[in-house]
């Protein structure tokens, strides 16, 4: 297996300019989970879908952030409009767990968007 | 308020040597708690998982330490590599809800 595929590796736009960040995770997960990482907050979790259906979406930042799975191999993150604070590298992980409390399945990580809103 | 205080912030040791990283924590009702690995530019790589019964657990060179009453793990590092040298992350499950919180890492320099 691949391991979890995100696309763009990098990512350079302007404010205000519609981004959209692509994961297909790792087949056969029932799980799918948004992170961001920023120096100053650290690692975050923004969303996670399980079975295609959105869990918990209480770290999402603002509603310019939405988040979708269309199918069991694909999920989107968009930022409508982009702002320079959104910078960050954002990853995609993928796990077979069902969710997340109490769970001690392994969170497979793609390597990550890393996002400049200049 | 959950958190996850990781100490030190930074390290730097020598090849061949041993290393101790620290995770405290308030989560409750505690779940799990992990430790990952972050090399530069990548994304974090599980070490252990472990859970309330659990007092330690090994991977490799890493050896991980729970004490659920002090709410307090260790990351354990010996006869370090220059490819230990990474970001170490400690975080921590909640039996409730969908709750993770994250410390906010440990970077771990070994120099020959």
């Known amino acids: 297996d691949a391991g979890v595929i995100q696309s763009p590796r990098h990512e350079v736009t302007e404010m205000g300019q519609e981004v959209t960040l692509r994961c297909k995770p790792i087949?056969?997960?029932?799980?799918l989970f948004w992170y961001r990482q920023t120096m100053m907050r650290g690692l975050e979790l923004l969303i996670y879908?399980?079975?295609?259906?959105?869990?918990?979406d209480s770290g999402m930042p603002e509603d310019r952030f939405s988040a979708k799975m269309p199918n069991a191999s694909f999920s989107t993150l968009k930022i409508q409009p982009s702002e320079p604070r959104d910078s960050a590298v954002y990853f995609c992980?993928?796990?077979?767990?069902?969710?997340?409390?109490?769970?001690?399945?392994?969170?497979?990580f793609g390597p990550g968007t890393r996002l400049t809103v200049l | 308020k959950n958190q996850v205080e990781q100490s030190p912030q930074s390290l730097i040791i020598l090849e061949g040597k041993n290393c101790t990283l620290q995770?405290?924590?308030?989560?409750?009702?505690?779940?799990?708690l992990r430790w990952y690995k972050q090399d530069t530019g990548r994304g974090p790589v599980s070490l252990t998982i472990?859970?309330?019964?659990?007092n330690t657990k090994s991977n490799g060179r890493y050896t991980a330490t729970l004490d659920a009453d002090t709410k307090q793990s260790s990351l354990h590092i010996t006869a370090s590599q220059l490819s230990d040298s990474a970001s170490y992350i400690c975080?921590?499950?909640?039996?409730?809800?969908?709750?993770?919180?994250f410390g906010g890492g440990t970077r771990l320099m070994v120099k020959p």
């Open positions: 992980a993928s796990s077979l767990a069902p969710r997340v409390a109490g769970n001690t399945d392994t969170q497979y």
């Open positions: 087949s056969g997960h029932n799980s």
């Open positions: 879908f399980n079975n295609n259906v959105p869990i918990d």
């Open positions: 995770c405290n924590y308030t989560v409750s009702p505690f779940s799990n």
């Open positions: 472990m859970t309330f019964s659990e």
């Open positions: 975080v921590v499950s909640g039996r409730a809800g969908n709750m993770l919180t």
